[in-house]
């Protein structure tokens, strides 16, 4: 925009952790019209390629301003990617994992909706989905809808008339989906990582969860990931 023609999109603040889902939804963020402010939470996780592919992805797409904010979960733990625990790699099961980090989304939002509304944006966004996932409780449907409700409480905005919007556009959409998205938005999904236990020479474990899950998306969905793995 030049300055007699100034920006008048709106801005979303969207959670950007460097996953594929995360950048997937940045992308629809972008194709729905938003400038955006993107949010990554550097909790001290064990590894750190996830801020890197945020980071890169961040650029890629050309957000307005991007923050990665330091939070140190390790602090807490209670979870394999902030202690000193194993990352599983037996298959997905039905029990919520160790690799569940407490309360991670609530803590991500409520920060996500903090800079929102400092920085005048009534839209937030998040890429969590109840299909091909872990299990997590903080990725259902009913998590997404109680935060929205507790956003409008919580708020000044809300209080002055100036409501939020509480956007997960990937809900319901499993990784296949997702992956074709990704390729239908023009975003390279090497870009993003999505392994829990990332292999001293660079490549995906292959065998945790988040890589199970992943391999199966792009492999249903007859595309390539471009992420290379040690195993499988």
């Not at 801005?11 to 949010?39: F, K, N, Q, W």
């Not at 194993?86 to 980090?101: E, L, Q």
């Not at 991500?108 to 966004?125: H, K, Q, V, Y």
Request: proline share 6%; hydrophobic share 40%; net charge negative.
């Amino acid at each position: 925009m030049t300055a007699q023609q100034p920006d008048t999109r709106p801005i979303a603040v969207v959670l950007l952790s460097g996953g594929l889902d995360s950048m997937v939804c940045a992308g629809l963020a972008r194709e729905a019209g938003y400038r955006i402010a993107a949010l990554t939470i550097d909790y001290n996780q064990r590894h750190r390629r996830e801020i890197e592919a945020a980071t890169t992805i961040a650029a890629t797409i050309r957000v307005d301003r991007h923050v990665i904010l330091p939070l140190d979960l390790r602090q807490f733990g209670g979870s394999a990617l902030t202690d000193d625990m194993p990352v599983p790699k037996d298959g997905v099961g039905t029990d919520i994992p160790v690799t569940y980090v407490p309360a991670r989304n609530l803590i991500f939002l409520s920060l996500t909706l903090a800079w929102g509304e400092a920085i005048g944006a009534r839209d937030l966004f998040i890429g969590v989905n109840a299909l091909d996932y872990s299990g997590y409780p903080d990725c259902r449907p009913e998590f997404i809808a109680g935060f929205a409700q507790l956003a409008q409480l919580a708020t000044k905005a809300r209080a002055e008339g100036r409501p939020f919007t509480i956007h997960a556009p990937l809900q319901y959409l499993g990784k296949a989906d997702i992956a074709r998205e990704a390729d239908r938005l023009g975003l390279d999904p090497a870009l993003s990582w999505s392994c829990y236990d990332p292999q001293s020479d660079g490549r995906a474990c292959g065998l945790c969860d988040s890589c199970r899950l992943r391999r199966e998306g792009f492999a249903k969905a007859g595309l390539e990931d471009g992420t290379v793995y040690a195993a499988g």
